[in-house]
C-alpha cells in the first residue's frame, strides 16, 4: 500500500484569462503625473511594491485579485491606470509597478498571457 506521503497533492492548473498588454510604471510624474510620489500608494490605499504590484482595469481584475504573468510571475492587483489607458485597451491592459524609471521604460510594452491565481 502507497504511504500517504507517496500521492503528493495535485495543484489545479491556473484559469487562463487570455492575453493582455502588459505595461510598466513607477511612481514619477511621467509615470503618475498628479499622482507621482517617491513613496506611492496605490488606488487601494496599499504601497506600491516591486514584485507585487500591479495596475488593471478593477472591472476586468478586481482590486485584490491575484494573478499570474506569464513569464513574469505572480502579481496583486493593487492599482489602476487612468481611465483613457482603459478604454484604449477595452480594459485588457495591466501595469506592472517598478521602483525605476529607467527599468519601467525597459521593460517597455509586451503582450502575454495571464492567469487567474486561485
Request: with cysteine; proline share 7%.
Amino acid at each position: 500500500a502507497a504511504g500517504l506521503g507517496d500521492n503528493p497533492k495535485m495543484q489545479p492548473e491556473p484559469e487562463s484569462l487570455g492575453d493582455f498588454t502588459i505595461t510598466a510604471y513607477c511612481g514619477c510624474p511621467t509615470c503618475c503625473g498628479i499622482w507621482s510620489s517617491d513613496t506611492p500608494m496605490t488606488a487601494s490605499g496599499e504601497p506600491a511594491q516591486e514584485g507585487i504590484t500591479v495596475a488593471s482595469d478593477w472591472d476586468t481584475l478586481p482590486a485584490g485579485t491575484e494573478i499570474e504573468i506569464e513569464g513574469l510571475g505572480e502579481y496583486k492587483v493593487q492599482d489602476k491606470p487612468a481611465q483613457w489607458i482603459v478604454e484604449k485597451y477595452d480594459g485588457r491592459i495591466i501595469d506592472v509597478y517598478f521602483e525605476n524609471h529607467e527599468d519601467a521604460l525597459k521593460f517597455g510594452k509586451q503582450k502575454m498571457e495571464v492567469y487567474k491565481v486561485e
